[in-house]
């Protein structure tokens, strides 16, 4: 069935990027778009964009994240990325990718928790 | 943007009886656009409704979505004891975005 798998838990310094990666499997990757979602400790969904996975190019961020988000796709491993820069503590929180761009969300993958601390 | 704003923040209540859960949007979303998640700690969350009113596969009919334009509703009849969790909805027009929650605890 599908399944997306993300890499594991990062800590990075503040002012430094991470990037996630969320692998595919078990459908064809090009016919859904990819999103990312984030929730801090002890709080709500955030959505942050998505990605269209048919050609990589087109992609929708969420204002709040625009500049410092950057969503790839590589289409011959069925992998998503996130990167982030310019980290602050308060980007501490467990990252989500999910199968889907403008739709809601059935698979999801099962997070990544990113911890931003000197 | 279109802000989601769900209540109550928490729902206390005991097994068998019935949730209503709101999520009241800043500017009409067509119920075509309208999904809901329940979400237990430490997993991601899981889909029940999309479309407004349509269960996911497997969910049980126990949840049932209603609503149009900028208030919507999750009902869930006859709480189980696997379903006390957090409750998101999500609106996925042109700017995705989710609701801040509603914890249904027990009570």
């Known amino acids: 069935q599908a399944q997306l798998v993300q890499s594991g838990a990062e800590v990075q310094k503040p002012g430094a990027s991470v990037k996630v990666s969320c692998k595919a499997s078990?459908?064809?990757?090009?016919?859904?778009?990819i999103s990312w979602v984030r929730q801090a400790p002890g709080q709500g969904l955030e959505w942050m964009g998505w990605?269209?996975?048919?050609?990589?190019?087109?992609?929708k961020y969420a204002q709040k994240f625009q500049g410092r988000l950057t969503l790839t796709t590589n289409t011959s491993t069925s992998t998503a990325y996130m990167e982030l820069r310019s980290l602050t503590s308060d980007d501490t929180a467990v990252y989500y990718c999910?199968?889907?761009?403008?739709?809601?969300?059935?698979?999801w993958g099962q997070g990544t928790l990113v911890t931003v601390s000197s | 943007e279109i802000v989601l704003t769900q209540s109550p923040g928490t729902l206390s209540l005991s097994p068998g009886e019935r949730a209503t859960l709101s999520c009241r949007a800043s500017?009409?979303?067509?119920?075509?656009?309208l999904a809901w998640y329940q979400q237990k700690p430490g997993q991601a969350p899981r889909l029940l409704i999309y479309?407004?009113?349509t269960r996911d596969t497997g969910i049980p009919d126990r949840f049932s979505g209603s609503g149009s334009e900028t208030d919507f509703t999750l009902t869930i009849t006859g709480l189980e004891p696997e379903d006390f969790a957090v409750y998101y909805c999500?609106?996925?027009?042109?700017?995705?975005?989710f609701g801040g929650g509603t914890k249904v605890e027990i009570k």
């Open positions: 999500q609106q996925y027009g042109t700017s995705p975005g």
């Open positions: 078990g459908y064809t990757f090009s016919s859904y778009g």
């Open positions: 479309g407004g009113s």
């Open positions: 990605i269209s996975a048919y050609n990589g190019k087109t992609a």
């Open positions: 500017e009409s979303v067509s119920s075509a656009y």
């Open positions: 999910a199968r889907g761009g403008n739709s809601w969300y059935v698979v």
